[in-house]
């Protein structure tokens, strides 16, 4: 992975790209990037299902690997380090967004890939051997998390990051994977009235999985329904520490470069247990 201290600089790298909506990845024309996750936004991009995918697109947004060179300007960084690369490569750096760590709300934001930057170029992502990246947009991954299970941290991570959190299930039985193996500060089961009432105007954002928002109550009571998309990376860097301090990583499916159109023929149908990842370097021990 090479860094670099002004947006424009050239490199020629190998990628795995989709040239159409069919679905199909293929080798388009290579430091390095070690692993890349594959999030469900590359399903939808490759086959262009919101109208947006700029052909050939080369997906991938949670993409870890090592530094082989740096600009000169560059003093964060310095080869070997581990390093990781999420959903943003770019902002403007002027808004009152982007001089307050909060780039990731910047109107001229750039993402990783199927982005626009200033000089005209599209952005490709980590479905690749090397990626240049500018040094703001590239944050430390702990030495003690395997580079492969670090790798959705740079979107799953990152979108789901809080400071206090509270699991409510319907299932009891789930209190002691959820406390000890997830790092939940709470947990509370949805048919005990009294552990609901406890907490009640105690949650700032609530992550529900259930189909369906209670209309009527939302309405009357001027609440919202938000999305995070990603994080800033000041909120990036500072999960990775949080995850590196705890020993949190993800529990990922490793597969090969020619496995890609498989691994997204699967997510399609939904017949995917754990997070996709990427060896594009062929060596997992990292």
């Known amino acids: 992975m090479a860094l670099q201290s002004t947006p424009n600089h050239t490199q020629t790298v190998s990628g795995w790209a989709a040239h159409d909506s069919s679905g199909k990845i293929v080798l388009t024309s290579s430091n390095e990037v070690l692993y890349c996750g594959i999030c469900h936004t590359d399903l939808h991009h490759v086959k262009n299902d919101w109208g947006i995918t700029m052909y050939p697109v080369v997906p991938g947004h949670e993409i870890t690997g090592v530094i082989t060179k740096v600009g000169s300007n560059v003093k964060k960084f310095k080869i070997g380090n581990r390093v990781g690369v999420g959903c943003l490569v770019a902002s403007c750096l002027e808004c009152e967004f982007c001089m307050n760590s909060q780039e990731n709300y910047c109107d001229q934001i750039q993402f990783t890939y199927n982005g626009i930057f200033w000089d005209g170029s599209i952005t490709y992502g980590g479905y690749s051997t090397m990626l240049v990246a500018d040094h703001r947009y590239v944050v430390n991954v702990p030495d003690n ?142």
């Open 145 to 286: 998390l395997p580079m492969d299970a670090a790798a959705p941290l740079l979107c799953a991570g990152i979108t789901a990051f809080g400071h206090h959190v509270t699991v409510i299930s319907t299932s009891l039985s789930k209190e002691i994977e959820a406390k000890q193996r997830l790092g939940a500060d709470c947990f509370i089961v949805s048919t005990n009235d009294e552990q609901m009432q406890s907490g009640k105007r105690t949650l700032d954002v609530i992550l529900d999985t259930a189909n369906g928002a209670p209309f009527f109550s939302i309405n009357i009571r001027e609440r919202a329904v938000k999305g995070s998309m990603t994080g800033s990376m000041k909120e990036t860097q500072e999960m990775l520490d949080v995850c590196g301090k705890h020993n949190i990583t993800c529990d990922v499916e490793l597969i090969k470069p020619d496995q890609i159109n498989q691994a997204l023929d699967r997510l399609a149908r939904n017949d995917v247990r754990y997070r996709f990842v990427i060896d594009i370097s062929g060596n997992s021990k990292h």
